[in-house]
């Protein structure tokens, strides 16, 4: 079962690391680069896998998982890294990244964006694999929904048995409520982000949640399933998990916040070869 107490904690901890920068333990820095869909992430922990800093920008360099923006992906990393350096007093060197179940074969440009900003990727993963990383389930399925993709594991005592995705993800929440209001894409994503007003979009944006539960619905095989485990950007819609368990008849949790635990997951697994 999941340890809401513990994880709702860390992220918070992962979460204040944006704007207050926490004191390592030891030498050892381990990095995660999430270039994500909708916003790249840079997440930095100590040894013990405590958080000590992270930086983000809202960026459009991916679609569905697929980067598209070599060069602007690039210069946000390279920003990210210097920012998160000069707040650390400290070069990084190694980082992992982490990709949507389905898109490895997008993994050599992922490396490439790292490698080009200055670090020595040492681990490549999926997604939803690195948000188990803080999660720590033994079974169930790990849903992470970002700005482009729904990406799936199904976890069997600890180990990942299978790993889905499809192109559905807050993007598609964007152009629905650009239609609905009459406005930009970029308009429709600044009132996705506002949490105050979750309650009022709720019902327009559901039937593209019910999909996304369609999707994880269609891929698992519920009298094996213990519980379903949301993370991702998206997963920050207020209600969501309702809808989920709703559509696929199965037990689902969603941390307060969870938008950085995959990017957290990612940084847990660098490995450092200092």
């Known amino acids: ?8 904690k860390y992220m918070d901890t992962v979460g204040s690391s944006e704007k207050k920068t926490f004191k390592p333990k030891g030498q050892i820095y381990k990095t995660g680069l999430d270039l994500g869909t909708a ?4 997440v930095v922990l100590d040894e013990d ?3 000590l800093a992270c930086e983000t920008q809202v960026a459009e360099v991916l679609r569905d998982g697929v980067l598209i923006d070599y060069s602007g992906a690039l210069n946000i990393v390279k920003k990210l890294k210097a920012k998160i350096e000069k ?14 179940p389905g898109t490895g074969n997008s993994a050599r440009a992922h490396r490439y964006v790292a ?4 670090f020595n990727v040492t681990k490549i993963l999926d997604e ?7 999660y720590r389930i033994e079974n169930g399925v790990i849903v992470d929904i970002g700005g482009g993709t729904t990406g799936l594991s199904v ?36 009132i996705k982000r506002t949490r105050s007003r979750h309650g009022e979009i709720f019902p327009i944006v559901r039937p593209v949640l019910e999909k996304m539960a369609t999707i994880v619905d269609r891929h698992v095989n519920k009298d094996e399933v213990e519980a379903i ?14 809808v989920f368990e709703a559509v696929t008849g199965i037990k689902t949790y969603r941390p307060k916040d969870p938008f950085l635990v995959t990017s957290a997951g990612i940084a847990m697994n660098c490995k450092n070869l200092s």
């Open 39 to 42: 916003t790249i992430v840079l």
């Open 229 to 242: 485990y949301l993370c991702g950007g998206t997963c920050r819609i207020d209600g969501i998990e309702q």
């Open 1 to 8: 079962m999941l340890d809401l107490k513990r994880i709702n």
């Open 115 to 118: 490698e080009g900003a200055g």
């Open 87 to 100: 707040r650390l007093d400290t070069e990084l060197h190694e980082c992992a990244i982490a990709m949507p």
């Open 128 to 134: 939803p694999t690195a948000a188990n990383s803080v």
């Open 155 to 190: 976890i069997k005592d600890g180990a990942v048995t299978e790993i889905y995705d499809e192109a559905t993800g807050g993007t598609h929440l964007n152009l629905v409520l650009a239609g609905n209001y009459k406005i930009t894409v970029a308009e429709a994503e600044k």
């Open 49 to 51: 896998d405590n958080p």
